[in-house]
């Protein structure tokens, strides 16, 4: 990459980011979701990058009410998004209808929100809530850090 050996930066997710940001008080939580929410464990991130406990950090920091999924971690059932293939093709409903499991993991949890830290597991989960009909919404950690910060006084709209 780049043509060098080293690169003179950390490549990381962005959930890591957040978390990054969170432990270094760089953003600030004023708020908490309330609702409960469960947690879509990425397959590639979590089984390959390990990022499992900084999710969970990230979730905690900003939800009251955080529900596993069982299994979960390296061990939760996949979105069937395919690494990004669902987005590229006409199989979404396909796909959806043969990944019951997961519907049924979402709904043994009774939350309200799937936090999906992945794009690809996002347009995942939502062809499952979608084709299953699941009473739930799904919800990036960007969107839950902007719901849940604390605004700085510099950043604010003047009135």
């Known amino acids: 990459m780049l043509g060098m050996k080293t690169l003179p930066f950390e490549v990381m997710q962005t959930g890591e980011f957040y978390v990054d940001l ?90 309200k929100y799937v936090i999906t830290p992945c794009h690809n597991c996002s347009t995942g989960i939502k062809d499952v809530i979608k084709y299953w009909n699941l009473p739930v919404k799904n919800i990036f950690f960007d969107e839950i850090l902007v719901a849940t910060m604390e605004m700085p006084e510099h950043l604010k709209l003047k009135k």
């Open 22 to 111: 969170l432990k270094t008080g760089k953003i600030k939580i004023a708020r908490k979701i309330k609702e409960p929410v469960t947690l879509q464990d990425p397959c590639n991130i979590i089984r390959r990058g390990g990022a499992a406990e900084k999710f969970r950090y990230f979730v905690n920091e900003t939800c009251e009410d955080f529900r596993e999924m069982t299994p979960n971690r390296e061990h939760n059932f996949c979105c069937n998004a395919g690494g990004g293939l669902a987005s590229l093709s006409n199989w979404a409903a396909h796909k959806a209808k043969f990944n019951r499991v997961k519907a049924e993991q979402i709904m043994a949890t009774g939350a």
